[in-house]
Structures are given as C-alpha cells and as structure tokens.
C-alpha cells in the first residue's frame, strides 16, 4: 500500500517551411535574373518516464522514502530545401523551381540522437529536524563513442532544521532555521550527435568535362571523448523571520567542471581544423544572499 507507480509520456512536433524569393528588381536578384529557394524542417521528440516511489513511516519520527525511475527520450530533426536561378519572370516567387534555368544544389539532412537515465533517491526525515538526501544517475547518451555513452552522476544533501530544536523554543521571533550540506556531481552532453565519429563531407570536380562527386574526410574520430562532469559542494543557511514574514537565505558554493569538451586547433599538415576533445577545468566559487518579504 505504500508502493505507487506513475508513468508519463510526451511528444513534440514541429513543421516548418521558408520561401524565399529575390526578383530582378532588387539588387541581390538583378544580377542573377532573380533567385528563388524553399527550405523544410521537421522537429520531433518523444520522451517516457516511470517512477516507482515508496514512503514509509515508521512511529512519530522516521519518514523514508525511496524513489527509482528509468526514462527515455528521442530526438530527430529533418532538413531539406533547394533553389533556383535567372527565371523569366518576377511573377512565380519560390513556387517554381523548375522555372529557372540555373539550379543550385539541393541540401538534405537527418540528425538522431537518444538520451536514457536510470535514477534512484533516497530521503530520510528524523523527527522534522535531521533531513538526509542521496541521489543518484546513470545517464547514457548516443552522442559519444560507444566507450563512454554511459556515466554515473552520484550527489547527496543533509540538512538541520534548528528551528524545531528544544532550545529554540523560545525564540518566537524566529520562525525558520535550518542549515544545508550538499555535494554532488552533474553530467552534460554539450555536443551535438555524431561528433565523436569520423565524417565525412561531399565534393564535386570536373573530370574530361563531366561533373563527378566524391567525399572527403572533414572530422577525425575521437573514441574517448566522454560527458562533462561538474562537481559542486553548497553550504548554506536559511533564516525566518516573524512567522516567515522576512526570510532570508545564504549560501558559499565551489563548482568544479572538468573533462571539458572543446574544438582543439590541429597542425595544417594533418589536412583538419580542429579535433573535439575533454580539455581544461573550470572553478567558480562565490557567496550568495537572498532576501524576500
């Protein structure tokens, strides 16, 4: 009886067409007898999510609960479009092509990607003073090599509600008092699908007066590249004031990322750019205060 299961399911569908058409009356149309193109898009995504959660609570002062979930989401995005050039006449706009005697390549593309997570949380409350909380995540992603799709990101979190202690009791003034610890580590994609793989790109040359096509390497592969992984430890502190009239939080945070991932420059002699790698680290560390009422 204290076992629920909850299961939830989206989708997102975008269709999106441009024409675009430039007549000979105006200057980037003049020269070239007037120029048309039509462009398609079509965004999708699905994602499913389940939740299994069970509370328990055991005499006044032990409250457990323990959630565990598997999610999964897809993503796709077509592209398509073509144009045109020096047509007879201003009069068609983009709803002829075929009417220009100058046609320019056609372009096409489909992306996939995939993203999937198991997740579990554990929350304990001792007697609405002493709160516990441990989570954890493994995420894969289809957008790195098949070495690193999968990583675990770990956190937890313990906080004291003082307020609720016996030597406060007399403290009418103050309606809230609770002091946080957290620690925890987070993972991010930060790359577009395929980047870990060796791509390749079309070209096209004239051989004995006959147009050819061929393709040429434009991406080396990189097997180990793997998630962006940020660190980040809290301590914090928040305060209510007059039945909560006033409040007021405070917090010194350090976040660490490491492993990130950058376009890193190449030698010209190699025949590449840039190679994506997990390169450098990068801190930030502050204060924050906040106040409302």
């Given at each position: 009886k204290d076992l629920k299961f909850k299961t939830t399911f989206g989708g997102f569908n975008n269709n999106g067409r441009s024409g675009t058409f430039l007549p000979t009356t105006l200057v980037g149309g003049r020269n070239v007898g007037g120029a048309a193109s039509v462009n398609g898009s079509k965004i999708r995504s699905f994602i499913n999510e389940n939740f299994l959660t069970y509370t328990k609570q055991i005499n006044a002062n032990h409250n457990i609960s323990v959630l565990g979930g598997f999610s999964y989401q897809k993503f796709l995005n077509e592209n398509w479009g073509?144009?045109?050039q020096s047509f007879l006449t201003n009069s068609v706009s983009f709803w002829n092509l075929a009417g220009g005697s100058v046609s320019q390549p056609a372009n096409s593309s489909l992306t996939e990607s995939q993203l999937a997570s198991f997740y579990a949380?554990?929350?304990y409350n001792?007697?609405?003073?002493?709160?516990?909380t441990f989570n954890g995540r493994y995420d894969g992603s289809s957008n790195f090599s098949k070495n690193n799709k999968w990583a675990f990101f770990p956190s937890g979190a313990v906080a004291w509600n003082m307020h609720n202690e016996k030597f406060m009791s007399g403290v009418d003034f103050i309606s809230n008092f609770k002091w946080r610890?957290?620690?925890g580590l987070t993972g991010n994609q930060a790359i577009n699908p395929y980047q870990t793989l060796?791509?390749?790109?079309?070209v096209f040359t004239i051989i004995n007066g006959v147009a050819v096509n061929a393709v040429r390497p434009?991406?080396?592969?990189?097997e180990?590249?793997?998630?962006?992984?940020?660190?980040?430890?809290?301590i914090g502190v928040d305060i209510g004031f007059l039945q909560s009239r006033i409040n007021v939080t405070a917090d010194y945070y350090i976040s660490e990322t490491s492993d990130l991932?950058?376009?890193v420059q190449l030698p010209q002699y190699s025949g590449y750019t840039t190679q994506l790698k997990n390169i450098g680290k990068i801190q930030n560390k502050g204060f924050e205060f906040a106040v409302n009422t």
């Open positions: 073509g144009s045109s949380r554990v929350n001792f007697g609405d003073r002493f709160l516990l610890l957290s620690y060796a791509r390749f790109s079309p434009t991406t080396i592969a990189n180990n590249l793997k998630w962006e992984t940020t660190a980040q430890q809290n991932l950058f376009n």
